[in-house]
């Protein structure tokens, strides 16, 4: 969830709603930045400010991931300046992983930025955590998996995320995770169920997009809601929201949700 776009509310209902954790990666914020200096300003916010909102409000363990998100990868020197500076963020408390990296136009930049990130999580063994772009996402999906293979990364630590109906087959070709992100117009709670219902639970994560636009940092309590409701049995709908996240980022030195 990207709650540094909510409100402190937001916060309080999340944890009424039974969200008792969350990981919020860092993601592009509505612009483009201009200036290196500005992802690192936002990675110390997402990293001490909102770990402390989070538990002030509403007592939620919240986590982070810090990376350099595809689209302001088509910055060249900026990029270059933040990758630089990355791995000092990696180190710190409350960082369980790198992300989201992945692709957006599919450009050569995005490219470079993603295997360069892709090795500086390797070299850490750091949970990592993929966007696939949302304009010719098969393909795009397809690349991503050919570059994770390329730079022989370990499949277990990536989730890729941003999934739909249309990349399923191939992002479970790999021995990654695989990610929904309930979003309007993207993918809803019904379609990714029935998708769940088809494919298994093995490995399957489901997120709440929350960002500036129309979005629920309630999607992943709503979709519990919505199994449960369609008969699921209680142990494979706590499988997906709760034991495959723990699993995945119970990979990072750093991430010591206990219940």
Request: glycine share 6%; aromatic share 10%; charged share 30%.
């Amino acid at each position: 969830m990207h709650m540094v776009s909510r409100s402190t509310s937001d916060y309080e209902r999340a944890r009424l709603a039974g969200v008792e954790c969350c990981v919020e990666p860092a993601f592009w914020s509505g612009t483009d930045k201009q200036h290196a200096a500005s992802f690192f300003d936002y990675f110390e916010q997402i990293i001490e400010f909102e770990t402390d909102r989070a538990e002030r409000a509403a007592g939620i363990d919240h986590y982070v991931t810090v990376g350099l998100e595809p689209k302001e990868a088509n910055y060249p020197e900026m990029a270059e300046a933040v990758m630089d500076g990355l791995p000092d963020y990696l180190d710190r408390e409350h960082v369980v992983g790198l992300g989201e990296i992945g692709l957006d136009q599919g450009t050569e930049a995005e490219e470079y930025a993603f295997r360069r990130q892709l090795r500086m999580a390797e070299e850490r063994e750091l949970p990592v955590i993929i966007h696939t772009p949302h304009t010719q996402k098969p393909e795009g999906t397809e690349r991503l998996v050919e570059m994770i293979r390329e730079e022989d990364v370990t499949e277990e630590r990536i989730v890729i995320d941003h999934n739909t109906e249309n990349t399923v087959d191939i992002s479970l070709g790999t021995d990654c995770w695989l990610g929904f992100t309930l979003y309007p117009g993207k993918i809803d709670a019904e379609t990714t169920i029935d998708v769940l219902e088809e494919y298994g639970t093995d490995k399957m994560l489901l997120n709440s997009a929350a960002d500036w636009d129309p979005s629920d940092p309630l999607a992943v309590p709503k979709a519990r809601d919505k199994m449960l409701d369609r008969g699921w049995d209680r142990d494979e709908v706590r499988k997906v929201v709760y034991d495959n996240p723990r699993e995945f980022f119970g990979q990072s030195p750093n991430f010591h949700y206990e219940v």
